[in-house]
């Protein structure tokens, strides 16, 4: 409720009684003569306060219609805009700090069917640029272009944020309707939005610009949003658009936040190299056209949109209508092509121009820290085709997939800093291996790093710098990697942009001082529990618990003949005597795997403290021949990070009691089909007519949310336990093409392992189940695609040695869970912990390798290590050490120093 002076109850309300020549969206002349009514925020009067208060006059701080060759620079304005006309040209407006510029409280908004904008730019030529933008009740930017002459305007570097939260107005309202001389809208950091970030009208280029956090007051529409247009070759390329939640739920009619959308009827754009992440609705959509909604075209014209190189952590999606507007539309003209996604929808449709797309894992550099660069053994490298002028500086045998080429820099979108911010940098260097890393911090709001900032340690220059961003705070922190070994002795620290002439100092660094060193080494006999005592004397010993931590090769033999992406390994550790020794905490917890790029995934199956504990561990990469990860254990502070949802493509322990959606049970007369206490329970009595029959649950694989199966190899495990049943029994465990039925026979005693060919069983191979009723019965079956055909493999009790039964399907079934007595009989069975991981045969050879400890005397692992400080180190040795030794101190990230003992 608006409007009322009645409802004037609160601290800092107000409410004007206007005057007579008030129509209610004007004044009829420049007089006012109403009265102002309010509440001050400390609830004091305002004749008895010192409070002053102040009314807004006007809309428009700067007032160029009809103006040209003016330059506006360095001021802040606050609750006003600036407007300009179609006749304005040549100015430009820089370095301006403007909060407010549009506001109103009114429903519909004051002045315009949007409400009244924060700048309005019309004419040609016209330049915003290095400035600050924020609150804006309506539009924030209108940029809109109508004569022949008109456009050629330039909105870059801007932060701009908190716009339409009216609801009613936009972020960029951009349009050029001749199109002959384009607007660019480039490196904007938009952020926090009622509506979309760029309503895109035609004739414009929209360019390396971070925009999120749009949609917060409606659904539908994209962050980048065109509909019904000619874009007039319009551009949007090497964006970054996320962050947008607004619900999806197609039942309420509310459709999400998309980030680039070209609706109905939109033609002639391109959209390349963009990157985008958490929307609620697809990342790049494209509905499609039937000339109804924009003249000049009919029902088959070509959109020509070419949709190219775009990496989206998410959806890209085709939409049709079977009647827009009294017609079908159409996807003629719309192009896919060089994309990533992680799942591709509605690519189904015929008219789409279809090439070099993938789904699935891509293997990017740090996707939680959102690097969607490549790593060295993607999928995606030299998988695209040749696009020219789009992939035209590619390097090796063919583009990459994606946004990002393998071998390029990552991209910069979004506002960058400028001259002026360096000296509000801190920078903060320290000593990495034989290497440094820099840390840049109080970047303002919304800016990142340039790609030519550079920092120098001496007159060592900075290889790398990048932004990792905060995106609710909104601001960004910079790193900068010097590869130099050579500094030594008091450095100093300066950065600069460019060729800029100006260089910030910022302070310096003792090279020497930071380095891992050990001094001097000091041996006792130990008179009561024998061997050596020893104390190292030093300086940058690491004093984390990591530091006491033991990491151990693993040594992996890839005999595939081929990479293998995302693949499981099974390991088995004597945990039993680790943890006895106090090497190990009681549950694992401490246990971490990890290779040259971090930390992998894995999940403990069984055995902790055991001879035999089993643990998958989930490996992005796996060249050709040997390849090696590394196990740590030891920091007894930690607490276990063993997950199987991210070790596995799809794991379910039943532990939720609830059975999924996408499983389809199949049960029958007197047979219940329950999920609870941790397994899939199936049970109950057959009769005359059903009992060969088999029951349980099977996977809807055509749901593409859960199953889609990139993997063209995979293997399905899971248990199965018996509580009661008939000995003839069949069971399903993966796919009805290959499974264990008749009464256990032969010698050694086992069911039979086969299929039912419609007329008749046919026997493969012996399982080694020989009796009736048993606990978790490991299963697996594999799936190697060969060709037309599929080659199915039935192994069971985690030994993948040697398959128990093998055969070939054209089209085999997935994900079938059923059991059938195969006789008149009660039954009770179990299923539990399927899961479903990539997999080769043979499979891989695994070794544990040597042992790397933070302190080494010789070839002696210093035990009951002691970190005193990060000079002193205690520890023992249970033997004598005599003479000349090396003695070996070994940080955590790889940094050691030898210190040559003369004994």
Same mark, same amino acid.
């Given at each position: 409720?608006?409007?009322?002076?009645?409802?004037?109850?609160?601290?800092?309300?107000?409410?004007?009684?206007?005057?007579?020549?008030?129509?209610?969206?004007?004044?009829?002349?420049?007089?006012?003569?109403?009265?102002?009514?309010?509440?001050?925020?400390?609830?004091?009067?305002?004749?008895?306060?010192?409070?002053?208060?102040?009314?807004?006059?006007?809309?428009?701080?700067?007032?160029?219609?009809?103006?040209?060759?003016?330059?506006?620079?360095?001021?802040?304005?606050?609750?006003?805009?600036?407007?300009?006309?179609?006749?304005?040209?040549?100015?430009?407006?820089?370095?301006?700090?403007?909060?407010?510029?549009?506001?109103?409280?009114?429903?519909?908004?004051?002045?315009?069917?949007?409400?009244?904008?924060?700048?309005?730019?019309?004419?040609?030529?016209?330049?915003?640029?290095?400035?600050?933008?924020?609150?804006?009740?309506?539009?924030?930017?209108?940029?809109?272009?109508?004569?022949?002459? @008109?456009? @050629?305007?330039?909105?870059?570097? @801007?932060?701009?944020?908190?716009?339409?939260?009216?609801?009613?107005?936009?972020?960029?309202?951009?349009?050029?309707?001749?199109?002959?001389?384009?607007?660019?809208?480039?490196?904007?950091?938009?952020?926090?939005?009622?509506?979309?970030?760029?309503?895109?009208?035609?004739?414009?280029?929209?360019?390396?610009?971070?925009?999120?956090?749009?949609?917060?007051?409606?659904?539908?529409?994209?962050?980048?949003?065109?509909?019904?247009?000619?874009?007039?070759?319009?551009?949007?390329?090497?964006?970054? $658009?996320?962050?947008?939640?607004?619900?999806?739920?197609?039942?309420?009619?509310?459709?999400?936040?998309?980030?680039?959308?070209?609706?109905?009827?939109?033609?002639?754009?391109?959209?390349?190299?963009?990157?985008?992440?958490?929307?609620?609705?697809?990342?790049?959509?494209?509905?499609?056209?039937?000339?109804?909604?924009?003249?000049?075209?009919?029902?088959?014209?070509?959109?020509?949109?070419?949709?190219?190189?775009?990496?989206?952590?998410?959806?890209?999606?085709?939409?049709?209508?079977?009647?827009?507007?009294?017609?079908?539309?159409?996807?003629?003209?719309?192009?896919?092509?060089?994309?990533?996604?992680?799942?591709?929808?509605?690519?189904?449709?015929?008219?789409?121009?279809?090439?070099?797309?993938?789904?699935?894992?891509?293997?990017?550099?740090?996707?939680?820290?959102?690097?969607?660069?490549?790593?060295?053994?993607?999928?995606?490298?030299?998988?695209?085709?040749?696009?020219?002028?789009?992939?035209?500086?590619?390097?090796?045998?063919?583009?990459?997939?994606?946004?990002?080429?393998?071998?390029?820099?990552?991209?910069?979108?979004?506002?960058?800093?400028?001259?002026?911010?360096?000296?509000?940098?801190?920078?903060?260097?320290?000593?990495?291996?034989?290497?440094?890393?820099?840390?840049?911090?109080?970047?303002? $709001?919304?800016?990142?790093?340039?790609?030519?900032?550079?920092?120098?340690?001496?007159?060592? !220059?900075?290889? $790398?710098?990048?932004?990792?961003?905060?995106?609710?705070?909104?601001?960004?922190?910079?790193?900068?990697?010097?590869?130099?070994?050579?500094?030594?002795?008091?450095?100093? #620290?300066?950065?600069?942009?460019?060729?800029?002439?100006?260089?910030?100092?910022?302070?310096?660094?003792?090279?020497?001082?930071?380095?891992?060193?050990?001094?001097?080494?000091?041996?006792?006999?130990?008179?009561?529990?024998?061997?050596?005592?020893?104390?190292?004397?030093?300086?940058?010993?690491?004093?984390?618990?990591?530091?006491?931590?033991?990491? !151990?090769?693993?040594?992996?033999?890839?005999?595939?003949?081929?990479?293998?992406?995302?693949?499981?390994?099974?390991?088995?550790?004597?945990?039993?005597?680790?943890?006895?020794?106090?090497?190990?905490?009681?549950?694992?917890?401490?246990?971490?795997?990890?290779?040259?790029?971090?930390?992998?995934?894995?999940?403990?199956?069984?055995?902790?403290?055991?001879?035999?504990?089993?643990?998958?561990?989930?490996?992005?990469?796996?060249?050709?021949?040997?390849?090696?990860?590394?196990?740590?254990?030891?920091?007894?502070?930690?607490?276990?990070?063993?997950?199987?949802?991210?070790?596995?493509?799809?794991?379910?322990?039943?532990?939720?009691?609830?059975?999924?959606?996408?499983?389809?049970?199949?049960?029958?007369?007197?047979?219940?089909?329950?999920?609870?206490?941790?397994?899939?329970?199936?049970?109950?009595?057959?009769?005359?007519?059903?009992?060969?029959?088999?029951?349980?649950?099977?996977?809807?694989?055509?749901?593409?949310?859960?199953?889609?199966?990139?993997?063209?190899?995979? #293997? #399905?495990?899971?248990?199965?336990?018996?509580?009661?049943?008939?000995?003839?029994?069949?069971?399903?465990?993966?796919?009805?093409?290959?499974?264990?039925?008749?009464?256990?026979?032969?010698?050694?005693?086992?069911?039979?392992?086969?299929?039912?060919?419609?007329?008749?069983?046919?026997?493969?191979?012996?399982?080694?189940?020989?009796?009736?009723?048993?606990?978790?019965?490991?299963?697996?079956?594999?799936?190697?695609?060969?060709?037309?055909?599929?080659?199915?493999?039935?192994?069971?009790?985690?030994?993948?040695?040697?398959?128990?039964?093998?055969?070939?399907?054209?089209?085999?079934?997935?994900?079938?869970?059923?059991?059938?007595?195969?006789?008149?009989?009660?039954?009770?069975?179990?299923?539990?912990?399927?899961? #479903?991981?990539?997999?080769?045969?043979?499979?891989?050879?695994?070794?544990?390798?040597?042992?790397?400890?933070?302190?080494?005397?010789?070839?002696?692992?210093?035990?009951?290590?002691?970190?005193?400080?990060?000079?002193?180190?205690?520890?023992?040795?249970?033997?004598?050490?005599?003479?000349? $030794?090396?003695?070996?101190?070994?940080?955590?990230?790889?940094?050691?120093?030898?210190?040559?003992?003369?004994?």
């Amino acid at each position: 409720m608006w409007g009322k002076l009645e409802a004037l109850d609160y601290p800092g309300e107000w409410f004007i009684d206007p005057p007579d020549n008030y129509t209610g969206t004007h004044f009829v002349n420049e007089d006012f003569s109403g009265t102002l009514y309010l509440q001050l925020p400390d609830n004091s009067h305002p004749s008895e306060s010192n409070h002053m208060i102040e009314l807004k006059k006007r809309n428009w701080a700067f007032d160029l219609r009809n103006r040209s060759y003016i330059t506006i620079k360095n001021i802040t304005i606050f609750a006003c805009g600036i407007i300009n006309n179609t006749e304005s040209h040549d100015n430009t407006i820089s370095n301006i700090h403007g909060t407010y510029l549009s506001h109103f409280r009114e429903i519909p908004p004051f002045y315009h069917p949007y409400g009244t904008q924060g700048i309005q730019l019309y004419g040609n030529n016209n330049v915003i640029r290095d400035s600050y933008f924020a609150y804006s009740a309506g539009t924030l930017l209108d940029l809109h272009s109508w004569q022949e002459e @008109n456009g @050629n305007n330039l909105i870059s570097n @801007n932060v701009m944020h908190d716009i339409g939260y009216e609801g009613s107005g936009v972020g960029i309202s951009a349009a050029n309707f001749d199109g002959l001389h384009k607007n660019l809208i480039t490196h904007n950091t938009i952020f926090t939005s009622g509506l979309c970030m760029i309503d895109l009208g035609p004739g414009n280029d929209v360019t390396y610009n971070d925009t999120y956090q749009s949609h917060l007051q409606c659904t539908d529409i994209g962050t980048i949003y065109g509909w019904g247009c000619d874009g007039k070759d319009s551009i949007v390329a090497y964006n970054l $658009v996320h962050d947008s939640y607004s619900e999806h739920n197609g039942s309420l009619n509310k459709y999400g936040a998309h980030g680039i959308y070209l609706d109905d009827d939109t033609y002639n754009y391109t959209i390349y190299r963009n990157i985008t992440w958490n929307m609620s609705s697809p990342g790049i959509a494209m509905m499609g056209t039937n000339g109804t909604a924009f003249a000049g075209y009919d029902e088959l014209s070509s959109s020509n949109r070419k949709i190219y190189n775009n990496t989206v952590d998410g959806v890209i999606a085709a939409y049709l209508k079977e009647n827009y507007n009294g017609l079908p539309s159409h996807l003629i003209g719309t192009e896919f092509k060089n994309n990533y996604a992680t799942v591709l929808f509605g690519f189904e449709y015929d008219e789409l121009v279809l090439s070099n797309n993938f789904e699935g894992d891509a293997l990017f550099i740090d996707k939680s820290n959102r690097n969607y660069a490549l790593k060295p053994y993607s999928p995606l490298i030299d998988k695209g085709g040749e696009l020219p002028p789009y992939t035209q500086n590619f390097t090796g045998l063919a583009p990459d997939i994606g946004a990002i080429e393998s071998t390029d820099k990552a991209f910069v979108a979004g506002a960058l800093i400028k001259d002026k911010d360096l000296e509000q940098l801190s920078v903060n260097c320290y000593r990495k291996v034989e290497n440094f890393k820099c840390q840049i911090e109080n970047l303002p $709001v919304g800016r990142k790093l340039p790609e030519n900032f550079e920092l120098f340690i001496g007159n060592v !220059q900075s290889d $790398v710098c990048f932004t990792q961003m905060n995106y609710q705070t909104h601001l960004g922190t910079g790193f900068c990697d010097i590869l130099s070994p050579d500094l030594s002795g008091e450095q100093p #620290i300066s950065i600069k942009l460019g060729d800029s002439s100006i260089t910030v100092d910022k302070g310096s660094i003792n090279i020497d001082a930071t380095a891992l060193t050990v001094h001097s080494v000091t041996i006792t006999s130990d008179s009561i529990a024998g061997g050596t005592s020893i104390t190292i004397i030093g300086q940058n010993f690491d004093t984390s618990p990591d530091f006491l931590a033991v990491s !151990q090769e693993i040594v992996i033999t890839n005999t595939s003949g081929k990479p293998l992406y995302q693949y499981q390994i099974p390991i088995v550790l004597n945990t039993q005597e680790l943890i006895s020794n106090n090497k190990m905490t009681a549950n694992c917890g401490d246990i971490r795997f990890f290779n040259q790029n971090g930390l992998l995934p894995y999940w403990i199956e069984s055995g902790c403290n055991d001879l035999e504990t089993l643990v998958w561990v989930n490996i992005p990469f796996l060249p050709e021949n040997e390849s090696t990860i590394y196990l740590r254990y030891g920091n007894l502070s930690l607490s276990s990070q063993s997950n199987p949802q991210d070790t596995f493509y799809y794991f379910d322990d039943f532990e939720d009691g609830i059975i999924q959606s996408f499983y389809e049970t199949c049960g029958g007369e007197g047979i219940t089909i329950t999920e609870a206490d941790g397994k899939m329970s199936i049970s109950g009595r057959t009769n005359s007519t059903n009992k060969y029959h088999i029951f349980g649950f099977y996977f809807m694989t055509w749901n593409i949310k859960v199953f889609r199966f990139p993997l063209e190899d995979f #293997i #399905i495990d899971s248990e199965l336990t018996v509580i009661s049943g008939s000995e003839n029994f069949k069971a399903v465990l993966g796919s009805d093409n290959l499974f264990p039925f008749n009464a256990p026979s032969g010698d050694p005693l086992g069911k039979d392992i086969g299929y039912w060919n419609g007329e008749t069983w046919v026997f493969i191979g012996k399982s080694h189940i020989h009796t009736p009723l048993f606990y978790d019965k490991k299963i697996s079956l594999s799936f190697e695609k060969n060709e037309a055909q599929t080659i199915l493999r039935f192994f069971e009790d985690n030994d993948f040695s040697q398959p128990l039964a093998e055969r070939s399907v054209e089209d085999p079934s997935i994900g079938h869970f059923e059991y059938g007595p195969d006789s008149e009989a009660d039954f009770e069975v179990m299923f539990d912990n399927i899961k #479903i991981r990539s997999f080769t045969f043979p499979t891989p050879l695994i070794s544990l390798g040597d042992k790397q400890y933070g302190v080494k005397i010789g070839k002696q692992a210093c035990e009951n290590v002691q970190v005193l400080n990060a000079s002193i180190i205690h520890c023992h040795v249970p033997d004598v050490v005599s003479g000349n $030794v090396d003695i070996k101190v070994t940080n955590p990230d790889g940094e050691f120093s030898i210190f040559e003992l003369d004994n």
